[in-house]
Nanobody, 121 residues
Framework: QVQLVESGGGLVQAGGSLRLSCAASGRTSMTHAMGWFRQAPGKEREFVAAIDWSGGVTVYTDSVKGRFTISRENAKSTGYLQMNSLKPEDTAVYYC??????????????WGQGTQVTVSS
């Protein structure tokens, strides 16, 4: 089993930055790829970014390319999502997930509880 705990969410003005963290525990926690997803009120949970187990391969959804950076520190069993130039449309609950390297929500085995990000205009 893998447990994931997100932190770092909050309220920020448009143009600001936040860094989300995802602390993983469990014997095989850092052998999985890690993904970040988000869900805005009334919308489906959507893919944001993913990183493979080594940290060497990443993929982003188009709307965050050039603004968000996904990374991980396996020695600390932690993944990160650095979010810059935030926009009101980035407002959502952000979830980290662990599983195979994929942009598909259903491919991931383990999920955190989510952290709220609110961007004011």
């Amino acid at each position: 089993q893998v447990q994931l705990v997100e932190s770092g969410g909050g309220l920020v003005q448009a143009g600001g930055s936040l860094r989300l963290s995802c602390a993983a525990s469990g014997r095989t926690s850092m052998t999985h790829a890690m993904g970040w997803f988000r869900q805005a009120p009334g919308k489906e949970r959507e893919f944001v970014a993913a990183i493979d187990w080594s940290g060497g391969v990443t993929v982003y959804t188009d709307s965050v390319k050039g603004r968000f950076t996904i990374s991980r520190e396996n020695a600390k069993s932690t993944g990160y999502l650095q979010m810059n130039s935030l926009k009101p449309e980035d407002t959502a609950v952000y979830y980290c997930a662990a599983g195979p390297y994929s942009s598909r929500r259903d491919d991931y085995y383990y999920w955190g509880q989510g952290t709220q990000v609110t961007v004011s205009s």
